[in-house]
């Protein structure tokens, strides 16, 4: 020391600069939003907003969105989704430049005056679901079936999607 207050700096491990830089990833303050968005609207039961860049399935804001299953097997994927006191005229099936769309309202019933309302919970209104088909998906060839308050989509594979077995021979 040369009569002045010095620190050591002992090496203890510290990452440099440049390693902590690089760790650093840029603030993108409307993607934190987007995502408050979808955390209150799933609080209060609604549809999450579907961000996008300016694809097909881009911003979607509806009243409610109903839950969805879609399971594949050799032939075919299914989406089913769940329409509890929606009637079959209410709702509609798309199918467009390689989306499948699902479209309708549940009403809300006639408010009584007789009637006093204590909760309501579930939702009603129009509600919007989209889906993006795969390239092996056969367009021409969806079907729709509602039965007991469930929607079920039949979207074949074409042939190309469709496995086949190939004869080994031994010569």
Known sequence: MNGGVGL????????RWNTIMSALTRWDPAKDIDELQNRV?????????????????????????PPV???EDDKEWVVKADLPEVKKEDVKVTVEDGVLTITGERRF??????????????SYGNFLRSFTLPDAADSSKVSAEFKD??????????DRAKPKAIEVKVG
């Open 149 to 158: 308050g469930v929607i079920k989509v039949r979207l074949p594979k074409n």
């Open 69 to 71: 299953d879609i399971t």
């Open 8 to 15: 050591a700096t002992p090496n203890i491990g510290l990452p």
């Open 109 to 122: 019933e006639k408010e009584e005056k007789d009637k006093k309302y204590h909760r309501i919970e579930r």
């Open 41 to 65: 609207a799933r609080i209060f039961g609604l549809a999450p907003g579907r961000g996008g860049n300016g694809d097909k399935e881009s911003m979607t804001v509806t009243q409610w969105a």
